[in-house]
């Protein structure tokens, strides 16, 4: 009876599946709808005596929950999606037929999904590892999915390799280390002996593969797809997601940290933004090469370790994505989410990419075990918004109830149909490509450029980045035990760039070959001569390209930017106001960091909410830091080791920090700092002392001061 009370006045409910309205609604029930009238006890032989096997409420309960889980995703297991929609700026009826790209009024509706790679479902976020970047356009027409990765080359040009390039990276099967992390033998062997593999290796070396946060990477679908129009002309096409927030990253250093601190900082920062209103947005770019122009490029279009460089064929921009809400059950939506890079819609079309061919086979047969049976289209994350008729029937977990007694075609039955559908009613057709060719296992000799793009990577960085590139094969290679492993891989750097196989081997204690030769390719065929496939070399036609560099991305905006105001009580109220004002004015998310939870007192007596204490909180899960100033508050902080170490690692992960009065005495306790404050060249590299809050949020805009690195030689 008391029960029921509480729960008359309790009326609010989170579970949205009940309906507070209806009392009936509100009750415990067993899966065939049965009341429970007792769920905290299991039916017994006497007070103390065993369970009853007739308990079958017990049994369906437990039941249930021994089934909960369901395989993982043999990759890119690890994942946070969102839903949103996308809308087309102009009608590009010019290339392709495919309706949503037609109409500026139409938005799409949307479920896109990032991930890592490596790692299992509970690695964490900051694993060194490529993004996949995978988008669900449920359009008028079917259901286009569009799953690309935040890097726009792959390791492989065969999907036959796959396989084998994913047992490498995985853990090492005998001990299951290392978890989400490339750095171990199995995969620097496999690489050493890929040469193929070498411009992926650049990039996934970059810090790309360590972004800030998913919002700030750029997507690609990686192969060169088809557009065809309702003439059935064809154009290639390469789609790229350009973030409006800028394509930034964090440091090694800091991302290891986070991998600590908050091991799900990338999934919280995704769904933090979208409950507070800042929607992620991409805009879908293009690169579009008419079919004649197939041969005209020194790389061939077909092959995915090879970009476009933007520079010969210019990236339009044809629509944004804007991801506006979260998703209700992480389970039914993100995990049983089933992409698939051959869901196309009529206007999109394949190339004989073999390894986009490869993955064509590869999603549907992997689903078909992850989500238990051939109806995960069924699943309401899955399912098409244009509705489905066909003769497919029955299987494991069938939802639909079809009627009637035809389930073939032709029929006479059921009157023909469902129909087929002609060009007038879009039914899909095949681009009509002419094909002329021996059956072989082979590949093209056009493919056999491995090292002019890895250059062109390379050549295109920034100073700061290409530190960090050498860097991180410092890291990577030394975790390689076996010393043949790095020797052959700065063999295959030094056909990129000498300096940086100079640097590379200068870490791990080893020298550069002195004649370059070329490295053994391995992925031959057993009765293949070696030398008809060694790489050949070509001369790129771009030697620079300023869209590869981070560097050049844009850095107008601190809208989500996480800054942290460092304080304790007697603070300097004004100031703090004054920076707290125009950071969250500008769209920054500001926490107050102090020693303990509550409110601190300012020297004036004014009380500010403590968001965070220096014991939740770490300079790593922040973007900049701002010291208040107040003698008092100040002394408390300087008592702190981990306020210091907080201004400290701001200082060496490069991040913006500014202060004003006595605030500066906080940055002097850290010994770096204190080097450059002497100095007196602090603004420069983003340290303000006693500068305006608008200052600051110039300087947060830049994202970060990796000059500081030049002076400090051992920072990243
Ligand atoms: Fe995938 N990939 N892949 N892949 N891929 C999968 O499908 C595969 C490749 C990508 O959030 C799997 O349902 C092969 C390139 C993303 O659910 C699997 C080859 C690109 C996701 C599979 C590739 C991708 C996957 C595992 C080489 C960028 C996650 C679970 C031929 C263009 C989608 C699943 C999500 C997932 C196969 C290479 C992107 C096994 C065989 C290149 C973003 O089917």
Request: hydrophobic share 35%; glycine share 6%.
């Amino acid at each position: 009876m008391k029960q029921k009370d509480s729960f008359a006045v309790n009326k609010k409910t989170e579970d949205l599946s009940i309906n507070t309205e209806n009392p009936k609604d509100q009750l415990l029930t067993s899966n065939q709808g049965v009341p429970i009238n007792d769920d905290q006890n299991s039916l017994i032989a006497g007070e103390r005596g065993a369970t009853l096997m007739e308990d079958f409420l017990f049994r369906e309960k437990m039941t249930h929950f021994d089934h909960e889980r369901i395989p993982e995703r043999v990759v890119h297991a690890r994942g946070s999606a969102a839903h949103g929609y996308f809308q087309v700026y102009e009608s590009m009826e010019k290339y392709t037929k495919a309706h949503f790209l037609q109409d500026p009024s139409v938005k799409t509706p949307v479920f896109v999904r990032f991930s890592t790679v490596a790692g299992s479902r509970g690695s964490t976020d900051l694993a060194r590892d490529v993004r996949g970047f995978a988008t669900k356009f449920y359009t008028e027409q079917g259901v286009y999915d569009l799953v690309g990765n935040n890097i726009p080359v792959f390791f492989i040009q065969d999907a036959i390799k796959f396989p084998d390039l994913v047992h490498a990276v995985k853990p090492e099967p005998h001990n299951e280390i290392p978890q989400a992390a490339s750095a171990h033998d199995t995969f620097w062997d496999f690489i050493s002996l890929m040469p193929e593999s070498t411009h992926m290796i650049m990039w996934l070396m970059s810090d790309r593969a360590i972004p800030r946060s998913y919002r700030m990477m750029e997507g690609f679908g990686v192969h060169t797809f088809r557009f065809v129009n309702a003439e059935g002309q064809s154009h290639f096409v390469k789609f790229h997601w350009k973030p409006l927030l800028g394509v930034h990253s964090v440091c090694w250093d800091e991302a290891q940290k986070i991998s600590g601190k908050d091991p799900d900082f990338h999934r919280r920062d995704l769904w933090e933004a979208i409950e507070s209103g800042a929607f992620p947005e991409w805009e879908l770019g293009v690169q579009i090469v008419p079919e004649e122009d197939e041969f005209k490029y020194e790389f061939d279009l077909l092959d995915a370790t090879k970009i476009i460089p933007e520079e010969l064929v210019p990236v339009k921009r044809i629509g944004k994505l804007v991801l506006t809400h979260n998703p209700d059950n992480f389970f039914a939506e993100t995990e049983q989410v089933a992409y698939h890079a051959g869901n196309v819609v009529p206007g999109i079309d394949f190339t004989n990419d073999p390894l986009l061919q490869g993955r064509l086979f590869s999603y549907t047969d992997t689903q078909l075990i992850r989500l238990g049976g051939p109806n995960f289209h069924e699943i309401p994350i899955n399912r098409s918004i244009a509705p489905v008729h066909n003769n497919q029937r029955d299987g494991f977990m069938r939802q639909t109830i079809n009627q009637g007694r035809v389930s073939y075609n032709p029929n006479s039955l059921g009157g023909g149909c469902p129909f087929q559908a002609g060009a007038m009613q879009g039914g899909f057709k095949s681009y009509t490509e002419r094909i002329d060719g021996k059956k072989i296992r082979g590949r093209s000799k056009s493919f056999f450029d491995h090292f002019s793009q890895a250059k062109l990577f390379y050549e295109s960085q920034s100073e700061a980045e290409k530190q960090h590139l050498t860097n991180a094969l410092r890291f990577e290679l030394g975790k390689v035990e076996t010393i043949e492993i790095r020797q052959r891989m700065v063999g295959l750097l030094s056909q990129v760039n000498k300096t940086l196989a100079k640097n590379v081997a200068d870490g791990l204690g080893l020298t550069v070959p002195e004649a370059l030769e070329y490295p053994i390719n391995h992925s031959i065929p057993a009765d293949g001569n070696p030398e008809d496939y060694q790489p050949v070399n070509v001369e790129p036609s771009i030697k620079k390209s300023d869209a590869l560099s981070m560097a050049n991305t844009s850095k107008n905006t601190i809208k989500t930017r996480q800054i942290a105001l460092l304080a304790a009580d007697g603070f300097e109220e004004q100031s703090l106001q004054n920076f707290k004002k125009a950071l969250e004015t500008e769209g920054a998310m500001i926490s107050v960091v102090a020693p303990k939870f509550g409110t601190i007192k300012g020297a004036k007596g004014i009380e500010t909410k403590v968001d965070q204490t220096l014991l939740t909180a770490s300079s790593v899960l922040f973007d900049a830091v701002f010291v208040c100033g107040g003698s008092v508050g100040v002394e408390t902080l300087l008592e702190e080791p981990s306020a210091v170490e907080f201004v400290d690692e701001a200082f060496k992960h490069c991040k913006p920090i500014a202060t004003v009065g006595e605030g500066i005495e906080l940055l002097k306790a850290s010994n770096q700092l204190r080097k450059h404050l002497e100095k007196g060249t602090v603004s420069s590299i983003g340290v303000l002392v006693d500068q305006s809050p608008e200052e600051f949020v110039n300087a947060i805009a830049q994202h970060r001061f990796w000059e500081r690195e030049k002076k400090d030689k051992n920072l990243n």
